[in-house]
Every structure is written in structure tokens, then in C-alpha cells.
């Protein structure tokens, strides 16, 4: 069986969370994946379909070429998996499709701190082994708006858990779609290293992965 290639991005251009090498070394753990990772935004005007997903691991700012955002678009609208962990809602401000593609915008976050994510979809492989109301200690980041209009909401937060949301009672934090042909995942969560070795956190993270890169899209 020919196993799952992942390209994974981890450019900044803005603020660098130190959990990224964590970040990649889970990638390479969790399943049955071959990971390829590069912080070259030359590597993103090659053409990407050798990948069932890229994911962008907590890129922030301008990461992107011109032939590299039209490469990605082209992947995704042609059936290509896209996973965005963290801070990939801080990523291609000016670039529109990006906005489209993730589903919403970065605008805050409060103290790192306790909380709790609330399971909306109790089927999704991202969702399904978490339970009810899943403790967890994270950045609990704010959107600039809710994008449960456009996209499949799986987790959202509690904001009378912790301190500094400023969302009020709609507050998606993980949720998937589909973008013409492609698959998109992305979940708000991730902030510290020591969230890629927590084995729900894990899960979350593979089972979002799979699920956007398809079972059929192996590597070739």
C-alpha cells in the first residue's frame, strides 16, 4: 500500500510560534504518512499532485508567491486536501481566495489559558473521539466573524470557560468544507509544543488530515 504524502509548509513571515518543529515531528508520527516539509515558497510553484494535502503549520504573513497562490488554488480546486493548524489564520492577508479557502480570518486571542471546546459533530474523525465538552489549554483564538455560514463547524468554544472571548456564544474553533473539487480542514488549535503530544490533540489532527486528504488520494 502506497502510503499518504503530505507537504507540509511552515513559513513566517510574521510571528513564529515555537511549536512548530514539535508541530512537524508529530506530522511525521501520526499515521501512515509521507511528509515532505519545506518553508521554500519556490516548493509551492511546483505542481502539487503528487500531495492527497498540504498543510500550513502555523505559517503567519505573506508566505506565497504569486505562481505559488495560483498553484495552490489550482490544487485545491482540483480535488487537492488542505489542512490549516493555528496560525494559518494569520497567513496571505491580501490575497482573498485565501480567506475563502480557510474559512475565516484571524483578529485576536487572550492569554494562554484552560478552557473548554464544546463537540459539535460527534461523527467527523476529527471529532468523533472527543467528548462532549473536551478540556483543553490553548490561545482560544478569535475570528473576525463566525464562518459557520460557509463552512461544517466541529468544535467551538466555550467562552464562560476562560478569559478574553470576545465572540460571545458563536465561536467556531475546528470545522471542515469543501472547495470546488477539494477538501479543506482547519482547526485554531496548537498553539504549544506540548499540545502535539496530547493524544486527543493528535487524534483531532489526524483524523481532520485524513479526512481532507481522502483515502484514495495516496501519494504517486
Known sequence: MTATRLLAYTRTTAYRHDSIPAAV??????????????E????????????AAVVFLSTSGQVLTPPGRQRLAAYVESGGGFVGVHAAACTEEDWPYYGELLGARFARHPALQPGHAVTEDRDHPATRHLPAVW?????????????????????????????????????????CHEKAAGRVFYTALGHAAEAYADPDFRAHLLGGITWAARPGRAGR
Open 25 to 38: 515531528r508529530a506530522l511525521r508520527t501520526l499515521g501512515p504518512f509521507e511528509v515532505d516539509t519545506t
Open 40 to 51: 521554500d515558497p519556490a516548493a509551492l510553484e511546483q505542481p502539487l499532485d503528487g500531495y
Open 135 to 175: 478540556r483543553f489549554t490553548d490561545e482560544w483564538y478569535d475570528f473576525r466573524s463566525s464562518p459557520r455560514s460557509s463552512v461544517h463547524v466541529l468544535l467551538s468554544a466555550d467562552e464562560s470557560s476562560y478569559e478574553g472571548g470576545r465572540m460571545g456564544d458563536d465561536h467556531p474553533l475546528a470545522w
